[in-house]
């Protein structure tokens, strides 16, 4: 099964595409056969020709929203969490020293999809929120495809706490 983008009049008098998740449900997902955890997306054999060799150059777009992804946490730290530690970890499960790496400028840990995921369920963000947040991690939300996705979107649209998210990750096996 596919989600067809729907077609929508936009506020700036435009078309825009809107991804339909309506179906995204726990049921969906304890039924559905996902073709990944959605921690990790590997290679398919499409995209063997597109991996880097010895030598090359990370590309600049990848680069450039790894350094969009790390100043996108610390908007939302200071601004949803009012750059309280404390309040992070309630709402997230984020750590000081994790989100502390991850603001890191130079030698900064990589920002997780896990990562990405608690901070969407945490704040809680909207789905365009989170897609847009995924997007800049290297990947949309694929909830037809990733396990994690489906319960990001899920918990998303039924106002899910981190207690639930974590429980229902627990419950799917997917690793917090």
Known sequence: MFFIPICAASDSGGMEFVMDFSMITKEYIRKHDFKY???????????????????????????QN???????FGKLFY???????????????????????YLRREKGRN??????????????????????????EGHSLEPENAILDAIVVDALKCGDDIK?????????????
């Open 66 to 72: 790894s350094t969009k992804l790390r100043k996108e």
């Open 37 to 63: 955890d959605g921690i990790l997306f590997r290679d398919n054999e499409e995209d063997v020709s597109y991996r880097l060799h010895p030598g090359d150059a990370l590309p600049t777009v990848l680069a």
């Open 111 to 136: 920002i997780s999809r896990m990562a990405v995921a608690k901070i969407c369920v945490g704040i809680p963000l909207s789905l365009d929120e989170a897609d847009n947040l995924f997007c800049l």
């Open 79 to 101: 601004d949803c969490f009012d750059g309280n530690f404390a309040k992070l970890q309630t709402r997230t499960g984020i750590t000081e020293d994790a989100m502390r790496k």
């Open 164 to 176: 639930t998210f974590y429980e229902t990750c627990e419950e799917f096996k997917i690793k917090t």
